[in-house]
């Protein structure tokens, strides 16, 4: 079972960027098409963006099109989201899962091993 592990969450003002990862262990990612979700308060978790196991395939949210991009890191065994452009409803706890390889907005990491996730907070 591979575990999860997003950081690089804060506090940061509208405009502003972060860059948030998602360190995997227990087994390797690298076969694996991997995705960002988000949940706001008092929201449904939603999907953010995904990418393939060899990083040539992103899928995004119309929401963070053009503004957010995953990475990955395979040798690293890890998955990266840069946000650009960010707006306070981007405001959100962002976690990383494994996504089915056919239905690229489905996270397939069972809901009792999802990591804590990562606070993200835009301010106006």
């Known amino acids: 079972q591979v575990q999860l592990v997003e950081s690089g969450g804060g506090l940061v003002q509208a405009g502003g960027s972060l860059r948030l990862s998602c360190a995997a262990s227990?087994?390797?990612?690298?076969?694996?098409?991997m995705g960002w979700f988000r949940q706001a308060p008092g929201k449904e978790r939603e999907f953010v963006g995904s990418?393939?196991?060899?990083?040539?395939?992103?899928y995004y949210a119309d929401s963070v099109k053009g503004r957010f991009t995953i990475s990955r890191d395979n040798a690293k065994n890890t998955v990266y989201l840069q946000m650009n452009s960010l707006k306070p409803e981007d405001t959100a706890v962002y976690y990383c899962?494994?996504?089915?390889?056919?239905?690229?907005?489905?996270?397939?990491?069972?809901?009792?091993?999802w990591g804590q996730g990562t606070q993200v907070t835009v301010s106006t």
């Open positions: 899962a494994t996504v089915d390889p056919f239905k690229i907005t489905i996270a397939t990491t069972p809901q009792g091993s």
């Open positions: 227990g087994r390797t990612i690298s076969s694996y098409r």
């Open positions: 990418i393939s196991w060899n990083g040539i395939s992103t």
